[in-house]
């Protein structure tokens, strides 16, 4: 006898033909209660296992036999039945029930074919779209390429005319499918979303079907909320208003799910709104987010409850109200709940997000130890990218290089010049699909946190090529930037930094006049509650005060010191002592050049105090020296000598001896004038 291959392994039947039985049973005396249904499935949830998954597909036989439900196409409407309760069931393992929904819905197409059961066959179509949008296994670009193909699979006998109201369900399904896409064009996915969306809403009406034209009204505002095309802003205004027209027919007495849903999705819409008080939209949505929590319980929807936890994570991740270091424990709390649910192996996407979440939560935290706050980030983002493949989700992993690079810009631990050129590195790989055509807002992004990276590699450095890329690049970014939001006004500061790294290399005043600009326009469009306006504020006048001593210099005097009277005033309100003195030593520097004696000595003299106070060595060099050449000017040449004096010892201690040369030369030619005045015969 021959070696063979062995009998086929028996598959058992038994208890998944039973559990069927007692489920068409069941369905039957609860006649389309769904809540009644969800009861039993919960009852025998130790059932819905992988053995009932194997053993689907075989049980048809002997349901048929027993002749409890009739002919074939009743068993086939049974599994049909089964396939639609337990995809939306919430409890167990949501991966898991979206097998068993497909392995019925393949039952049932064995008797529902296209040619004997044309609409049978489409519905059931529709359903797979469904659940393969939602599925957890296999490859997720894949999935939604099936989904979107069942759903254009069921339009071909679901036509307008013959069947509108399954055209429309149709259409607004596949509108969900675009809106998810992982391949080809983003944009172009989401426009499809809308276009598919309006579609069915010109079936869905409010007054003929309202519970369906607010299901889609939602999803075209999730559409709406991603749009690539056309103004961001308005865009999320067209999202909001959606998910206030479903919410009148979604209330909470009625609809608590779908209620709970459209307060989630509202929540995320105000978290990335434009328009209005930055602070008043982030309270907004986190007030939506925990309306949501009222009815997505961790026990009644855990997957939900889960998700929505993680939306709260965010929210209060930039929330500007409130104390910002507690804003930021009560995101890594809510991720860490959120995580409890979505685990890597239910929900490896939703997983791998939180992960992302979390790490940008422990790259902003202020509690803890910097350092290990930072090292916890990388380690979070890097957990994402086990999931966030390039080749299944592009647009996730180019998310998580981009926020490593950034966490590896700020790292404390590690040599501090790898890490930068690890940041860049990252960042330039995030590029290749962050592109300025197919992602403008997050190649925005990326641009103007690369330019940081450089900025900082620069200065240790002293490479120039990093100084005029960091320039270009922030250019680059403010062309696609929205004009007052948060990436604009980061953008600008860091363009104003560059340019004035920059014309510290070069000295050319048209880097310093740009600067000023960029400082002032992010200034003018920041809000008074943003954690970075003090640092932008002090940027300003300290810039105001380099370029209008400039200016003076080149005989713009009038606008320079104009620029540096400001500084002064503004400088003198702000907590930055030093900047204030150099600003002080500026405008003297100014008043001298103007031969306005008295006035520069004044502002030589605040100067000199208060680098004096802060023990500033060469700032009191400088104000002496200063000083020092006034006063010969006016004729007080003892006095001026002895400060010219004390300038040189320290500009000598300081190892600066082309300013002790300077000193020399200004004392010798304040002896010469005292003698020739001594000189002078009565």
């Not at 998944?16 to 009861?39: I, N, P, S, T």
Request: aromatic residues 8%.
């Amino acid at each position: 006898m021959g070696k063979g291959f062995g009998q086929p392994k028996a598959v058992p039947t038994r208890s998944a033909a039973q559990l069927m039985r007692a489920f068409g049973k069941y369905c039957a005396e609860a006649k389309g209660d769904e809540r009644q249904v969800e009861q039993f499935l919960q009852a025998n949830l130790a059932k819905l296992d992988e053995y009932l998954l194997e053993a689907l597909p075989h049980i048809f036989p002997k349901l048929l036999d027993d002749g409890l439900f009739g002919d074939r196409q009743n068993v086939a409407s049974l599994f049909v039945a089964f396939g639609i309760a337990i995809s939306g069931f919430p409890l167990g393992d949501r991966a898991l029930n979206l097998e068993l929904s497909f392995a019925a819905y393949r039952v049932a197409l064995r008797v529902f074919t296209r040619d004997n059961f044309p609409q049978e066959w489409a519905g059931l179509q529709n359903n797979l779209g469904n659940a393969y949008r939602d599925r957890i296994r296999g490859d997720r670009a894949e999935n939604l390429e099936q989904a979107i193909a069942a759903s254009e699979l069921s339009l071909q006998v679901h036509t307008r005319d013959a069947f509108p109201q399954e055209w429309a369900m149709s259409q607004n399904n596949l509108g969900a499918a675009y809106g998810e896409r992982i391949r080809g064009d983003r944009a172009e996915n989401l426009e499809q979303t809308i276009a598919a969306s309006e579609l069915s809403l010109q079936v869905r009406t409010r007054d003929a079907f309202p519970e369906k034209w607010a299901s889609t009204q939602n999803n075209l505002g999730i559409a709406y909320g991603d749009r690539i095309r056309g103004d961001r802003a308005e865009n999320l205004e067209r999202a909001i208003a959606v998910y206030e027209l479903s919410l009148q027919v979604y209330t909470c007495n009625a609809f608590p799910e779908y209620w709970a849903r459209s307060q989630n999705n509202l929540g995320t819409a105000y978290g990335n709104r434009i328009q209005g008080d930055r602070a008043d939209n982030l309270e907004r949505a986190i007030a939506a987010y925990e309306l949501s929590l009222q009815v997505y319980t961790r026990d009644a929807f855990p997957e939900k409850w889960a998700l929505t936890q993680n939306n709260l994570g965010i929210a209060y991740g930039d929330r500007i109200r409130g104390d910002r270091a507690e804003n930021l424990e009560q995101a890594i709390a809510a991720y860490e709940l959120s995580l409890r649910v979505l685990t890597r192996d239910a929900f490896p996407e939703d997983w791998a997000l939180t992960q992302n979440n979390l790490g940008t939560a422990y790259g902003n935290r202020i509690q803890g130890d910097r350092a290990e706050n930072l090292e916890q980030a990388i380690g979070a983002y890097e957990l994402s990218l086990q999931v966030y493949t390039r080749d299944a989700f592009p647009e996730k992993w180019a998310r998580s290089k981009h926020n490593i690079a950034n966490a590896y810009r700020d790292r404390i631990l590690g040599e501090q010049l790898v890490n930068l050129k690890t940041a860049v590195d990252l960042h330039q790989e995030a590029a290749q699909v962050f592109t300025q055509d197919a992602f403008p807002l997050s190649w925005a992004e990326n641009q103007g946190c690369l330019a940081e990276a450089l900025m900082m590699q620069a200065s240790l450095t002293d490479n120039a090529n990093d100084l005029d890329m960091a320039v270009a690049l922030l250019k680059g970014a403010l062309e696609v930037s929205v004009p007052g939001s948060p990436d604009f006004i980061d953008s600008q500061y860091l363009l104003g930094n560059a340019l004035s790294r920059r014309f510290e290399r070069n000295q050319q005043a048209s880097d310093l006049q740009e600067a000023l600009k960029a400082y002032k326009t992010a200034l003018d469009a920041i809000s008074p509650e943003h954690y970075d306006r003090e640092k932008i504020w002090q940027a300003l006048p300290t810039t105001q005060s380099v370029l209008g001593s400039r200016l003076v210099r080149e005989g713009q005097w009038q606008e320079g010191l104009q620029l540096l009277l400001n500084s002064v005033r503004l400088l003198s309100e702000g907590d930055d002592p030093l900047a204030h003195a150099n600003a002080l030593y500026q405008t003297g520097r100014a008043h001298e050049t103007l031969a306005d004696w008295d006035n520069a000595r004044l502002y030589y003299r605040d100067a000199l105090r208060l680098y004096d106070h802060l023990n500033d060595q060469p700032g009191i060099a400088q104000s002496r020296h200063g000083l020092g050449s006034v006063l010969a000017s006016q004729g007080y040449f003892k006095k001026g000598m002895a400060e010219l004096q004390q300038a040189r010892e320290l500009y000598h201690q300081l190892d600066r001896q082309n300013r002790v040369a300077e000193v020399d030369n200004l004392y010798q030619a304040a002896q010469r004038a005292e003698q020739q005045i001594s000189e002078v015969p009565l």
